[in-house]
């Protein structure tokens, strides 16, 4: 079976933000509010949401996505979070 692999970013309550890939955006996002098995860097942050999801062809592209959304600027990152058509052309492979 194969499965479909997505781009995601969370935002924290400070406004933050945390990019990542999975199978599953809700159960990673479940993981991370868990602390269990999300990022170290996102322990012990409160009200995490997921503010952004993308469909990517399998997991080596959405890996390039990820990279790509991590080299952005905060503030390209809030501009894709609000649907923004230019910075999603940049990051699209």
């Given at each position: 079976m194969v499965q479909d692999w997505h781009l995601y970013i969370i935002q924290t309550a400070?406004?933050?933000y945390y990019t990542g890939i999975?199978?599953?955006?809700e159960r990673r996002l479940h993981?991370?509010?868990?602390g269990k098995k999300g990022a170290k860097s996102l322990r012990g942050e409160a009200h995490l949401q997921m503010v952004f999801t993308m469909k990517a062809q399998n997991r080596s592209e959405a890996?390039?996505?990820?990279?790509?959304?991590?080299?952005?600027?905060h503030q390209e990152k809030a501009?894709?979070?609000a649907g923004s058509k230019t910075i999603l052309a940049r990051i699209a492979p």
């Open positions: 400070s406004g933050s999975t199978t599953d955006p993981e991370h509010r868990s890996s390039v996505l990820e990279a790509r959304v991590k080299k952005l600027s501009a894709l979070v």
